[in-house]
């Protein structure tokens, strides 16, 4: 078995499924998941809503708690007592990754297409949602459906306008945003109608305009983040932010002509670089 450790949020946990799924397949063992935020294995809220493929974790596979037993946690991070742990070791692509047995704790982001690129079509399946949208959601999934012109594009501001954060990733322009949307505009000669996804949906609904046909998604919550992902999904095309939920609206989009846009610097520190985040295709502006 394969016990792969999720932290972080939506799109974060979903490349964490992903590259522990892919491992599993490849060794022929099944796959349990460890909540780090919560310290529990019940799948999170969101993530339960995809077809996804977990069974229930041994406890034997799960690292000891750092509260209740301190000592043991710290043997456990140093490497001298079970679970036997894989970490990634960088932001990028690591082929040791390859050689990963079973029985292992897989800890990491695995923000790569590369670790689970012979496995994309299991993943795509597995990410299919269990339900169907309903209310406003099936309105609007409708409508980007019967638009062939329909084009997603992501504001992440949230923690990435806290200080730590805007040391580490870069921000997207408006100037950004507006050469994606006239690149896909002339390369597909279409008049875009552009759908706005954003974790602040107030500040862009007030403050970010474009020379373009806009909707901005303004009724999904935090906890409804998934919907906002159903639909992004649904559309052509896809403008995405320096996010891993906006990489994975694009990746799963359906559209087998679809254009992706993606912003050339992913980290505002020189030190922090992952050149496996790009998928091939994808077009890469200065941001």
């Not at 974790?57 to 708690?65: A, E, I, M, W």
């Not at 897989?106 to 690129?117: A, D, K, N, P, V």
């Amino acid at each position: 078995m394969i016990i792969a450790d999720l932290r972080g949020g939506l799109g974060n946990q979903m490349f964490q499924y992903a590259a522990g799924r892919a491992l599993c397949l490849r060794i022929g063992v099944n796959l349990g998941l460890f909540d780090h935020n919560r310290k529990t294995d019940i799948i999170p809220n969101q993530l339960d809503q995809f077809n996804i493929k977990v069974e229930n974790n041994p406890k034997s596979l799960l690292p000891p708690s750092r509260s209740s037993n301190g000592i043991l946690w710290m043997l456990w991070k140093l490497g001298l007592t079970k679970p036997k742990v894989f970490r990634q070791g960088g932001l990028g692509y690591n082929p040791k990754f390859e050689e990963v047995t079973e029985n292992t704790y897989l800890r990491g982001y695995w923000q790569s297409e590369r670790f689970f690129h012979d496995y994309k079509d299991v993943i795509r399946s597995d990410f299919e949602f269990t339900s169907k949208p309903t209310g406003q959601n099936l309105e609007i999934h409708q409508e980007i459906q019967e638009t062939e012109s329909s084009i997603s594009l992501h504001v992440r501001r949230g923690d990435y306008l806290n200080q730590k954060n805007k040391s580490i990733f870069s921000s997207c322009s408006r100037e950004y945003y507006e050469q994606a949307v006239g690149l896909i505009a002339e390369q597909c000669q279409i008049t875009p109608k552009v759908y706005v996804f954003s974790d602040d949906p107030e500040w862009v609904t007030n403050h970010f305009k474009l020379p373009f046909g806009m909707r901005v998604m303004t009724h999904n919550s935090a906890d409804q983040a998934i919907e906002d992902l159903r639909l992004m999904i649904a559309c052509k095309h896809h403008i995405i932010a320096n996010s891993s939920f906006s990489w994975w609206g694009a990746w799963l989009g359906k559209n087998p002509n679809k254009i992706t846009v993606a912003p050339a610097r992913w980290f505002a520190n020189p030190k922090y670089s992952n050149p496996d985040i790009y998928c091939n295709g994808w077009i890469r502006l200065e941001n």
